[in-house]
T-cell receptor, first 115, second 114 residues
């Protein structure tokens, strides 16, 4: 158990809908990262928050948004869902901001299926 | 250009033997970290080992070691004395200080045969 929690574990929804994925980082970790893992695109970094502020942005679509709250939990919002958004979404956390030296601890992931 | 290249989509190894999983990377940032993660069929991502770009010695963590050749930009993972539980997908990743984000390779599926 990495100490990172994600809810829900599974989510099935329809095209055009909007969903929210939730992540609680390990106790003491200030950075939260979101990743998307799909069969055709592999593991893609989406976005990082550090202590409530956006720190780095990756291949995140405009239909997706995220935020980190004062209690450090984070939410990833996916809207106008398409079939291609079906994927495993991971949240990870780490202690520091720059993190080239610190491993990220991954949550169990949320499996999103868009029908 | 691919930042992280894992050229072996699948590998087989006999139980108790050693195996090397290849990883090459591309960066102009002098400060970066290299990581290996394991993803079993259950789906979770498990951190295995880390190597910093300025580290002089190769990292080791139990049965895992990282063969870091900076000039060749390679960071191969060596698993010694393979166990059946090592069967999983293995990802090499790099985090560049300037870019502030992580890049993952496509992964190598390792199958350990009894």
């Amino acid at each position: 158990d990495s100490g990172v929690t994600q809810t829900p574990k599974h989510l099935i929804t329809a095209t055009g809908q909007r969903v929210t994925l939730r992540c609680s980082p390990r106790s003491g970790d200030l950075s939260v990262y979101w990743y998307q893992q799909s069969l055709d695109q592999g593991l893609q970094f989406l976005i990082q928050y550090y202590n409530g502020e956006e720190r780095a942005k990756g291949n995140i679509l405009e239909r997706f948004s995220a935020q980190q709250f004062p209690d450090l939990h984070s939410e990833l919002n996916l809207s106008s869902l398409e079939l291609g958004d079906s994927a495993l979404y991971f949240c990870a956390s780490s202690v520091a901001k720059g993190d080239i030296h610190n491993e990220q601890f991954f949550g169990p992931g949320t499996r999103l299926t868009v029908l | 250009a691919q930042k992280i290249t894992q050229t072996q989509p699948g590998m087989f190894v006999q139980e108790k033997e050693a195996v090397t999983l290849d990883c090459t990377y591309d960066t102009s940032d002098p400060s970066y970290g290299l990581f290996w993660y394991k993803q079993p069929s259950s789906g979770e991502m498990i951190f295995l080992i880390y190597q910093g770009s300025y580290d002089q010695q190769n990292a080791t963590e139990g049965r895992y070691s990282l063969n870091f050749q900076k000039a060749r930009k390679s960071a191969n993972l060596v698993i010694s004395a393979s166990q059946l539980g090592d069967s999983a997908m293995y990802f090499c990743a790099m985090r560049e200080e300037a870019a502030g984000k992580s890049t993952f390779g496509d992964g190598t599926t390792l199958t350990v045969k009894p």
